[in-house]
């Protein structure tokens, strides 16, 4: 297919209106030079006059009356393709957003999301999955809408919002015969503890300080995620070092309390993530905005 210019068709699409070159330009805003010219181009592309003077203006040849439609056709997808964006409107969408997020997110941020949803978003769904090395991927590959957690090592093409801070605290059962009202340095040493291994939590960060702090821990118990800590903890002598609002989630629905740390641990930032081919989206611009009034 030749190249073509798109203002051929508004000339084309204008001169069957009027019928006339002269209202056509008028109408376009383009000299009527240009117009005709236009025609010319037209004329030499369809290999057909198209237009021919009659006492009643311009009268368009059976080819451009077989043409007219799929002109305006054109001009149509052209013009809803350049439109600007339609609203969001989370009250009628039933739209599936994909959300992926730490296990201790599906405990502390979403019960508060879909209350939300359910009030000001009823049709809409949420679909999660769990942060993985395969997030990135998959945010930038419109898989997942949004990631919430911690991704300290995204690369370029990826935005970001901080919700919140995080820092760690050590779970406890309220009924340890060990420790009490505070935990010290020789306790944290010598209890036997609950390690997690989960991703976008930053997890990573305890082992490594205690490590430098030649304050290996104890562990006993090693899981995939922090699902099932709080009862162990709760049911057993081991503890766990935990983020703070996941400690603060359990204190109030297990048999277990939270303890400040003898030792400095490094805080982390919980943020959301997503990938700059959706970020002027207008539904996951939405999404985003509600996820940073609720948790920020």
Known sequence: MKRFDIELLLIFDEI???????????????????????????????????????????????????????????????????????????????????????????IVLLPRLLNHLREHAPSVRIEVTKISPDSPAELSDGTVDLAIGFMPHLEAGFYQQKLFDQHFVCLVSNRHPRVREALSVAALQAEQHVRVSSSGTGHAIVDKTLGELGMPRNVALQVPSFLGVARIVAQTELVAIVPYRYGAAMAGSEDVRMLPLPVDLPSFQVKQHWHERYHEDASNRWLRQVVATLFT
Request: hydrophobic share 40%; proline share 5%.
């Open 16 to 106: 069957y209106k009027t019928r006339n070159v002269t209202r056509a330009a008028a109408n376009l805003g383009l000299p009527q030079s240009t117009v005709s010219l236009g025609l010319g181009k037209l004329r030499e592309h369809f290999n057909d006059r198209l237009f021919s003077r009659t006492a009643r203006g311009m009268a368009p040849t059976p080819r451009a009356e077989g043409a007219i439609g799929d002109v305006r056709r054109a001009l149509q997808a052209l013009q809803h393709a350049l439109a600007d964006q339609p609203a969001f409107d989370p009250a009628g969408s039933t739209r599936a957003f994909h959300i992926c997020v730490t296990d201790i997110s599906e």
